[in-house]
């Protein structure tokens, strides 16, 4: 293979992310025609086709997936090293690049991050959110500075991943305000039969709330799963069952969604991590992140 030209590479990227040359010759500010021409002087340079047409689409062939993951990783770590420069000029916002995991609470990351984003100088949050092996896939190319996690990482996994636990939570229930009172009464047995909306079977939560629910003899109605823990509470609040989310946070919840608490567990606790690349954290962001977690959010946890 001859010298790879970094323009062509970044011409084909562009197509394989937006799916056509003319999106991307918008994009780049060229004609499609220039950028088909350059793709076809990369195919030539690499000795495989990259595209191939099926009907009316333009899908990549199996050597262009293999170039794409490269390029993605390229073009990708570029942008992270030109972030890096303009966060160390004077003046300039320092930046950091977080994960949280899918099942984790949006409040309480919120909270865990709003500290650094408020603080003096502020950071700047590039926030990503997946699950937590393709998050740590993200921290082991430092693609992450940091992943909010509400489990440790898996036990085995060949990845240089450290946990830093942050805090732990009680579970408290919620419902529409107007139904609060009957759910109330009888707590918690008025959740037999009760219509209830789960995590989804591959969240950690999800596991010791059907072990709650087995130690307490109930067997609420599942009227929904979510992975998405938003999308989850924003069912409660149009009234399609009973809920479940932090005490830590259960003022915010009740706020925000317009409905009450109708009772509480300490028999079911949410533990917190942060995850980083290092055993002993050194970035001043993640620090302060992980130290205003510990006192503010969870309080009761001894440092």
Known sequence: MRHLNYNHLQYFWTVAREGSVAKAADILHLTPQTISGQIKVLEQSIGQPLFERVGRRLTMTESGRVVYGYADEIFSIGAELASTIRSNLPNASPTLAIGAVSSMPKLIAERIVAPAMLGDPPVRVRCH???????????????????????????????????????????????????????????????????????????????LLDEWFEKKGLAPQIAGEFDDSALLKAFGEAGVGVFAGPTAIETEICRMYRVAVIGRTLDITETYYAISPERRLRNEAVVSITEAARSDLFPEIQQ
């Open 129 to 207: 959110e997946a699950t937590l092996d393709q998050l740590l896939a993200d921290l082991a190319v430092h693609k992450l500075d940091l992943v909010l996690s509400d489990q440790p990482v898996p036990r085995g996994l060949n990845i240089r991943a450290y946990d830093h636990h942050l805090g732990e939570s009680g579970l408290s229930f919620f419902s529409p305000k107007i139904r609060a009172r009957g759910w109330r009464n009888r707590f918690p047995d008025s959740l037999n039969e009760a219509p209830l909306l789960l995590p989804t079977k591959n969240s950690a939560l999800r596991r």
